[in-house]
């Protein structure tokens, strides 16, 4: 049973470029958790969603960043227009339902570096 | 304030030592709380959580929340050289945002032979 799988787990983009960061869930998961780990800081919430919905967005900034998570296929954390402050570690968690007794497991993470 | 505190360390022991890794939190109303370790490159994984008051041993772990002065703790007995990571306290957020947790800055252990 494969865990979260992320990729790619290293992108580089020059400012201004698109950035595109995929997760598939563990089998069986329908509910995707994005968070960004920046340098010296903890892990910051950023977006939860089920199949074809956003639960929650509250951890995301307003401009230049969307999610999604379709019927089929993997979640997608999309970052248009990048800028050096978007360098950080991304991770995705997957879990079985909402409750806190189903465990939500964590991916390897994409390394995003802006130049 | 920061909902999450937590003492980044690092914190560096010798083999065999009892490691305490502590975080305050703001909230009252918090419920859960989690620990998570990391490994450098790698993503989080859960330890344990604890719900409300008391303690909670899992082999050579044990989780605490003393609600009264808002302090979590981990004991890891026994410390091994395997147990260097980074060590993360969370909290979850309940209702709507079920899925949602506040993570402490982490903090950085060492375990040497």
């Known amino acids: 049973n494969a865990g979260v799988m992320q990729n790619p787990r290293h992108l580089v983009r020059r400012r201004g470029q698109e950035a595109r960061l995929r997760c598939s869930p563990m089998k069986g998961h329908s509910h995707v958790y994005w968070y960004r780990q920046l340098p010296e800081e903890g892990l910051k919430f950023m977006v939860y969603?089920?199949?074809?919905?956003?639960?929650?967005e509250s951890g995301m900034p307003k401009e230049r960043f969307s999610a999604e998570f379709p019927k089929e296929g993997p979640s997608i954390l999309r970052i248009q227009q990048v800028v050096r402050g978007d360098s950080a570690a991304y991770f995705c968690a997957s879990s079985l339902t909402y409750r806190v007794e189903d465990e939500a497991f964590f991916g390897q993470g994409t390394r995003l570096t802006v130049v | 304030q920061k909902e999450v505190e937590q003492d980044p360390g690092p914190l560096s022991v010798p083999e065999g030592a009892i490691v305490s890794l502590n975080c305050t939190y703001s909230?009252?109303?918090?419920?859960?709380f989690m620990w998570y370790r990391q490994y450098s490159r790698k993503g989080p994984e859960l330890l344990m959580y604890?719900?409300?008051?008391g303690n909670k041993e899992d082999g050579r772990f044990t989780a605490q929340v003393d609600k009264s002065s808002k302090y979590i703790s981990l004991f890891i007995r026994d410390s091994q050289p395997s147990d260097s990571a980074t060590y993360l306290c969370?909290?979850?957020?309940?209702?709507?945002?079920?899925?949602?947790?506040?993570f402490g800055q982490g903090t950085i252990l060492t375990v040497h032979p």
């Open positions: 604890t719900y409300s008051s």
């Open positions: 909230n009252s109303a918090f419920q859960y």
């Open positions: 969370a909290r979850l957020a309940g209702g709507t945002s079920y899925g949602k947790l506040t």
């Open positions: 969603l089920q199949k074809e919905n956003i639960i929650d």
